[in-house]
């Protein structure tokens, strides 16, 4: 029966003997245990043990330095001020995770002038002017640092009677 415009063939079956390698055999083991299970088991261990290493090594390079999220912001004020829309949007990308007590979506002034910046990144518009996204990002930075000095330290709320 043709398949694609090829001929199809039927070969007469062939038996294969194979005989294992004994460079590869099993090693020999006591019948008490299973072999290879407690060097398993201590694999498990070592495998674990180098995970939760890794996880402090990342814990401790995604701690913020001080002053890094200062910095970061004066970096995107500076973009912000030379009406460089790509600089001011990777500035922004940057300084975001560094900003932590800016919970939730940006406000809505925040937004729309970085999509207006990404229309001027990928040149769907000719220009921007970043003083409305500093002078929105700046309004947004006073508001979350004021409502972060309200509250009271990590998890601890404030006496409902402070007075007695």
Request: glycine share 10%; charged share 25%; hydrophobic share 40%.
């Amino acid at each position: 029966m043709p398949v694609f415009g090829r001929k199809q063939r039927t070969l007469a079956a062939v038996t294969l003997n194979i005989s294992p390698n004994p460079a590869y055999a099993p090693k020999e083991s006591n019948d008490l245990s299973p072999a290879g299970g407690e060097r398993q088991g201590a694999d498990l261990w070592w495998v674990l043990v180098l995970a939760l290493i890794a996880l402090g090594f990342l814990f401790l390079l995604r701690r913020q330095k001080p002053g890094e999220e200062a910095q970061a912001f004066r970096e995107v004020l500076r973009a912000c001020r030379d009406n460089d829309a790509g600089g001011a949007y990777n500035a922004v990308t940057r300084w975001r995770p560094l900003a932590v007590g800016f919970a939730g979506a940006p406000p809505v002034g925040v937004t729309e002038e970085l999509v207006s910046a990404q229309r001027v990144i990928v040149g769907l518009d000719s220009s921007w002017n970043g003083r409305k996204l500093e002078k929105s990002l700046k309004s947004w930075r006073r508001k979350a640092r004021q409502r972060k000095t309200l509250l009271p330290a990590a998890g601890k709320l404030p006496d409902l009677n402070p007075g007695g």
